[in-house]
């Protein structure tokens, strides 16, 4: 694929993951206020959490290896929930979350988010035992995820 057809490549992914959403839609939609509107920024989640995936998971494998000794598990998970925004009090995000959670309750948590209703989308890298959160810009960079994921792991391992 050139990167002049990248655009068109992720139009297929698009499309490609439209009948997933609409099932995801159709099932939560007794819990949660959605509708078939929502299909289209669910698909752009699931295809950015897809081309993020692999940087993601390398990073938290290199913070487990490195700093934990290989004694971290790692998890991965979608869904969406209702939480307040800067928008709004009750906000639907559609979310996808990688984590790595270790000894004594810690645990790192970067959660890629896309407000249903905008589009928007918010990364946040935070910890579970610590309460610290941290807000990488999107589009993500390496550099920012490793600042990132370096503060939440240094604050989780100290508290």
Known sequence: ????????????????????????????????????????HLSRLWVEADELDELICSLLEDI???????????????????????????????????????????????GLAIDASTGIFEALAGGQASGITRSVRFPISESALKDALTEVYVTEATH
């Open 64 to 110: 487990n290896e490195y700093l934990l000794s290989g004694a971290g598990e790692m998890d991965t998970t979608r869904g969406a929930a209702v939480r307040p925004s800067l928008l709004a009090e009750d906000t639907l995000f559609f979310e996808c979350a990688w984590s790595l959670a270790w000894a004594d309750g810690k645990a790192i948590t970067l």
């Open 1 to 40: 694929m050139t990167e002049s057809n990248a655009w068109l490549e992720r139009a297929k992914l698009l499309v490609g993951y439209h009948t997933e959403a609409m099932d995801f839609i159709n099932r939560v939609k007794g819990q949660l206020p959605v509708d078939e509107t929502c299909a289209g």
